[in-house]
């Protein structure tokens, strides 16, 4: 279903990757099946969906099982497979464990003026404890330009400040492309075009993200830490805003969203 051999083979790219180990691999799972997965994406004002809105993110999310359709709940249900997590984490050199509970992952859906700031994931699962490591994203859009933007890009880490320092790579959304990359190498990921479709197109993935054993003394970051986009910096009220959002209690109140 998947190209493990081609992760295998270029697993030294993955890990010799900059700014942060990471693979880039095209037509990741058979065209037929990654259309069946296209497909059964709800339209982007479905009632299911969960639908965050505020200065760091525009973009709609899902993560029920029981809401996935038939391929959905099948793929997923194999990305979470002992048979492949095992195989994953073989190749990569890690003991992974998967996220039955999808936390942060599912479906994502960005339309026009779709968004995500630059952030660092949370480092420990809130419910089992597990340092967050690999992140696996497909992307689905059929028919998706490159001026369409919604480019994935990776950013080096500013270590004196805690922020991103440049982008240093940016992936273009296509068809069945698949990115997995490492989360603890301060990995500061988003989306570093706004998506521009005129109407005709919505940013599709999917998303899932593989826990390990935490080191000792791991820094126990449970949601994630934004930083601001260039025309947000010195902003008291965004940066507010991100203080508020990696806190571990204060972020329930920190969203605009609907569902």
Do not use: C, I, R
């Given at each position: 279903m998947i190209k493990i051999e081609e992760i295998k083979n270029r697993v030294e790219e993955f890990h010799s990757a900059a700014p942060f180990p990471h693979l880039v691999i095209d037509d990741f799972?058979?065209?037929?099946?990654?259309?069946?997965l296209s497909e059964e994406f709800p339209v982007i004002g479905d009632a299911s969906l969960f639908t965050y809105s505020n200065p760091l993110e525009k973009?709609?999310?899902?993560?029920?099982?029981?809401?996935?359709?038939?391929?959905t709940y099948k793929f997923f249900e194999y990305l979470c497979s002992e048979t492949f997590v095992n195989n994953l984490g073989a190749i990569l050199g890690i003991k992974l464990y998967p996220d039955f509970g999808l936390h942060g992952g599912g479906w994502h859906?960005?339309?026009d003026g779709g968004k995500l700031n630059p952030h660092l994931d949370y480092n420990i699962h809130p419910k089992l404890g597990l340092q967050r490591r690999i992140n696996l994203i497909l992307y689905l859009s059929q028919d998706w330009k490159p001026e369409f933007g919604g480019h994935f890009g990776l950013w080096s880490n500013d270590a004196e400040n805690h922020r991103p320092q440049k982008l240093e790579k940016e992936v273009e959304v296509k068809f069945n492309r698949a990115v997995i990359f490492d989360t603890t190498f301060q990995s500061w990921h988003g989306l570093s075009r706004e998506v521009s479709?005129?109407?005709t197109n919505i940013r599709k993935s999917l998303a899932i993200y593989y826990l390990c054993d935490p080191p000792a003394n791991s820094v126990n970051r449970q949601r994630a830490l934004y930083a601001p986009t260039e025309d947000q910096i010195s902003n008291p009220e965004i940066e507010e805003l991100i203080r508020k959002r990696a806190d571990n209690q204060l972020y329930k109140d920190q969203y605009i969203t609907k569902s």
């Open positions: 799972v058979e065209e037929k099946f990654a259309k069946s973009k709609s999310a899902l993560n029920d099982w029981n809401k996935f359709p038939e391929y859906m960005h339309p479709t005129e109407g």
